[in-house]
């Protein structure tokens, strides 16, 4: 009868160290939340393209392995993003960073800054272009030539670069500003560091290219 | 051979990705990727930019906060020495030149410095010193303090080596629509270099470098016919751009002809570099040209297909291997790049790494999932300030 009892005993034992082994080798916790997670990005962006699109046949985790962001996806507050522009529009009303669904833009307005943008971007990449040019000539000792005679451009298209580089600097300098009044508690010293020096760097660049326009004829050449 | 893998490389090894470089972009490039189907890993600083992510920008996901935090960057972590040194902007010169904390490292300045000539005689003698000039923030945040990207694979002696920097001797003419960048010399000089020091690295068994793309075939130019039909006014024009008034606006048929030119003479010196030095060489041209051609096609494993993808950033029902940018590839895209170079590499040393999913990359890649049509953006002020962010980054 002993023996019996002892028998039992033990084979129930084997079973359940048996059944709690196979548990903690099968447990489902890990790959259920994998799989949410897998597919919280996209309900996230409420996407509606493919809507017929089949997941991958990827185990979540090697989804996780190639690409870690899916895993902890961005979290986005819509409605404190909106906040945060109308606020910073309030203030600086002007500012060259406000998206347009913040402003009230005629037809005319926006054709004119799609014209700012081609004038600015020729004009940006002509000079990136003669620096590379330049670079490539360059000789220890010598200056660079007086004159460029490949870009000649007219006072008001020069204007027009020159408004754009202070306009865009200015409203640069003005976000960060507001960036470092409302969140520099929480930065790492890192970017603090790396803020102040740029702030200081991009207003002698603005100094200087207020002193340029002002320099730039009002007549045609 | 996959011990200890190195990176050398430009803004694609590093995943810049239409303007950001952040540390969810870093993980999804295409170095990184074939690592890990290597079951291998490289450790690398990562960034939270700079510039800014349009795609996140212009789907109203980053507010005033998030862009003023992007533009200035920064590190999210960091390590002494980087085993994958890839940085936006470079080229072989850069490689071999700009650390993360000087732009040159072989620049000198001459400074007068006083002594005692004798007890009786104090005077100065002119003396070479370095002049060392902050270099960009890819390389500050990038390298730190480890050296030039040279400079830190000879430190961490890799078994294998990802060293494709060709991209940047070539694409600053589609930026500039301008064939002033091209420096045949320097190319040749500094490519010859790299691989003769990459060579001299004990530790070394193997790697892998890649051809340039057609640079005038990017999603960034688009061609452009003169309603006047005058021939230098014609031909590929930035996107961004409604018309041409200037020769200097566009790439005309002769100047994309030199630019082929010039890139046939870069690919054949990859090609014959790849043969000399026992390297695995992915042709990305010709790759390129095929999905220019013919799209890749993306299929489920179940038969299932969203179309081919082309040689663009995503649209309505048109997928796309680009960036909001233009020119660098989204994760979709790198997904592509990794499994060419993973061919290469199987091909070479007779590896069986596996490939990537690429429709899993397709399924998982957002802009593709939800593209974002970028000529309704032309009028947002930031567009125009990511473009010139581009000009002077790839120069």
């Known amino acids: 009868m002993n023996n019996k009892k002892t028998m039992i005993l033990v084979s129930l034992f084997i079973i359940i160290a048996i059944s709690f082994i196979l548990y903690l080798l099968l447990k489902p916790e890990k790959k259920e939340i994998a799989q949410n997670e897998q597919e919280t990005p996209y309900k996230q962006e409420k996407q509606e393209l493919y809507l017929d699109a089949p997941k991958p046949n990827l185990d979540p985790e090697e989804v996780f392995k190639l690409w870690p962001d899916l895993q902890n996806p961005q979290k986005v507050n819509k409605e404190e993003i909106e906040k945060q522009w109308i606020e910073f529009a309030r203030k600086y009303p002007n500012n060259f960073y406000i998206p347009t669904k913040y402003l009230n833009l005629t037809e005319e307005q926006l054709q004119q800054r799609q014209k700012e943008l081609e004038t600015f971007t020729y004009l940006e990449s002509k000079y990136a272009s003669i620096k590379s040019k330049l670079n490539k000539e360059a000789q220890p000792g010598v200056n660079g030539p007086e004159a460029i005679k490949e870009i000649n451009p007219e006072p008001e298209e020069q204007r027009t670069y020159f408004q754009y580089k202070v306009k865009e600097l200015q ?38 290219y207020n002193k340029l326009l002002k320099e730039i004829p009002l007549n045609k050449k | 051979m996959f011990r200890k893998p190195g990176v050398m490389g430009d803004s694609l090894s590093q995943g810049f990705y239409g303007v950001i470089v952040e540390k969810k972009t870093q993980d999804w490039a295409y170095p990184v990727l074939v690592v890990k189907q290597a079951n291998s890993s490289v450790i690398y600083n990562e960034l939270k930019g700079p510039y800014v992510n349009l795609e996140d920008v212009l789907k109203g996901n980053c507010g005033v906060f998030c862009i003023a935090s992007s533009i200035i960057g920064g590190n999210q972590k960091t390590y002494d020495v980087p085993t994958h040194a890839g940085i936006t902007g470079a ?141 230098n006014y014609s031909g590929l024009k930035p996107f961004y751009r409604t018309s041409v008034s200037n020769p200097n606006q566009v790439l005309d048929a002769n100047e994309v002809q030199q630019i082929k030119q010039f890139l046939t003479m870069v690919n054949n010196e990859i090609r014959n570099k790849a043969a000399a030095y026992n390297f695995a060489l992915a042709d990305a041209e010709l790759i390129f040209d095929d999905i220019r051609e013919n799209g890749r096609p993306i299929r489920a ?95």
């Open chain 2, 91 to 231: 080229n072989f010169t850069s490689a071999l030149k700009t650390s993360g904390e000087c732009e040159d490292i072989t620049a000198t300045k001459w400074v007068k410095e006083w002594y005692w000539k004798n007890w009786y005689t104090y005077t100065y003698r002119w003396v070479q010193v370095p002049d060392c000039q902050k270099p960009d923030k890819f390389h500050q945040l990038g390298l730190r303090k480890a050296g030039t990207q040279m400079q830190i694979m000879e430190k961490i002696k890799p078994s294998f080596v990802f060293a494709a920097l060709g991209q940047n001797h070539v694409l600053c003419t589609a930026l500039h629509t301008s064939l002033d960048c091209l420096d045949e010399p320097r190319f040749r000089r500094d490519f010859n270099e790299v691989m003769l020091r990459l060579s001299r690295i004990d530790t070394l068994k193997g790697g892998i470098i890649f051809t340039v793309p057609n640079v005038t075939a990017i999603a960034y130019l688009e061609p452009y016919r003169d309603p006047q039909g005058r021939a």
């Open chain 2, 301 to 395: 494993p179940n038969g299932w297909s969203p179309g081919n993808a082309g040689a663009n950033w995503p649209l309505l029902n048109k997928p796309g291997l680009f960036s909001l940018d233009g020119v660098h590839p989204n994760r979709y895209g790198h997904a592509v790049l990794a499994n060419e170079l993973i061919k290469a590499i199987n091909q070479k040393y007779r590896f069986n790494i596996p490939l990537i999913d690429e429709y899993a990359a397709w399924y998982y890649d957002s802009l593709n999932r939800n593209p974002v049509d970028l000529k309704r953006f032309l009028t947002e002020n930031i567009i125009g300030q990511a473009i010139s962010w581009l000009i002077n980054v790839f120069t």
């Open chain 1, 171 to 208: 409203s640069r300098i003005e976000l960060i500003e507001y960036w470092l009044e409302n969140e520099g508690a929480n930065l790492n010293s890192q970017q603090k560091e790396l803020a102040e020096q740029d702030l200081q760097q991009w207003k002698k660049e603005l100094n200087e």
